[in-house]
């Protein structure tokens, strides 16, 4: 007899789970072809949704700038909301302003099984960024309710609230979300607390959306992968390690506004000068040492902010990722160090205020494990990766088992109109996900 290959194998292994689970349900044994056959989302209307949800903000350039707490937004999310009604998961708004849409399972005593992503945008974004990981649940949830297939563990589909400005939902919900945050000023204009107001939430009342460690029997996210390594290696699926911490802070430069005719060159404290000069100093820090951290300066703004006059204040960004946080945080004392010496070039002083720190989190290996079946089954080509963007996922991973998938980025292009990944390559993403639910209810 002919030995099996190993992706026969991994095929069966996966097929008899998600056999089971269908059977289950359903009352009488399906065969593995039957289940092969139905075991695939609607791939047609989960692309013709897709560009439904581009309509919401598209910007003249062709992707959206749906930034979180706009009225694009506000918009766009309650479309997805009748998506999750047709669904027959039941929709609701957490106090953070989070989408979660609740479907029953067969036992009461287990815990929720979650999976979704995020539809805010960064400003000028694309129309894939979360989207896809968001319209792929819904479909998943779409396929359990056709199929009439009832999983062991409550599922809850999850679009998260802001998540471009620092996972704000996600965070909430694991407890990460500290109070002084809720007075930042968002993308939008408004206040996260005015934000999370305007899209029907509380921010009086976030502490009972925190949710216990171990309370989530797991969380799966489908995203796209943002960079350009499964495009250019040709490889279907990527199986997230783990995902990369991020902190950002503004830093305030002051020095001294002055005429710009008058005040000779060497009597200056101009603002921007030591901006300039930090800018390039960050970069260098950032690549003195190997490694893939990542260091941006990515917004700023001068005072008084005039053509005639020497700016006297910049407050600009500063942004450091990494897997490992201590470096990020040896780097944050290097920049500071260095900046101090910057000042005293032309007497300027730097102040710096945290924005946000998401902490690097690795995902779960049982949910790497099972991602790779379910790739595996569906005979698409994997590799193990780091995610150097950050995701919703990493707050859900300090609850419980965190499994992440990426599709490829044409191009690795991301954050930028241009963003693009395939219809196919989606819809394989989207059905790796259902696998991976079903096996997951079934394993954890
Ligand atoms: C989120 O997309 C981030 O990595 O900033
Ligand atoms: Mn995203
Ligand atoms: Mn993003």
Known sequence: MRRMTRREFHRMTMMSAIAAAGAE????????????????????????????LSAFGRNPQGGVSRVAYSDADKAARATVMDWMRDATL???????????????????????????????????????????????????ARWLAEQRVTTRHPLEVTIWSNEEGGIIGSRAVSGQLATAELANVSSSGKTIADGIRFLGG????????????????????????????????????????GIVGIRQWDVTIEGFANHAGTTPMNQRHDAMLAAARFIEMVNRVVTSEPGRQVGTVGRLQAWPGAPNVIPGKV?????????????????????????????????????YTPLHENVAAPSDPRMRGIIADAAKALGLSTRVMPSGAGHDAQAL????????????????????????????????????????????????
């Open 25 to 52: 349900a359903l009352g009488h044994a399906r065969s593995l072809s039957q289940l092969m056959a139905i075991q695939r989302i609607d791939g047609s209307r989960l692309t013709a949704r897709l560009a439904a």
């Open 90 to 140: 039941e929709p609701s708004i957490d106090f953070a302003a989070n989408i979660i849409g609740r479907r029953a399972g067969s036992s009461a005593s287990l815990p929720p099984l979650l999976f979704g992503s995020h539809i805010d945008s960064v400003p000028e974004g694309g129309n894939f960024d979360g989207d896809v990981g968001s319209v792929a649940a819904i479909e998943v």
């Open 202 to 241: 509380d921010p009086s009342r976030l502490a009972a959306v925190k949710r216990a460690k171990g309370s989530i029997a797991g969380y799966f996210e489908l995203h796209i992968e943002q960079g350009g390594i499964l495009d250019t290696a040709g490889i279907k699926v990527g199986i997230v390690e």
């Open 315 to 351: 407050i600009c960004s500063l942004e450091l990722r990494d897997l490992d946080d201590a470096k990020v945080a040896r780097l944050f004392d290097r920049i500071k160090t260095e900046a101090v010496a910057i000042g005293a070039l032309n007497q300027t002083t730097f102040s």
């Open 397 to 444: 991973a300090q609850l419980g088992p965190m499994g992440m998938i990426f599709i490829p980025s044409v191009g690795g292009i991301s954050h930028a109109p241009k963003e693009f990944s395939n219809a196919a390559d989606i819809v394989n993403g989207a059905n790796v996900l259902l696998g991976a639910v079903l096996a997951a209810d079934r394993a954890i």
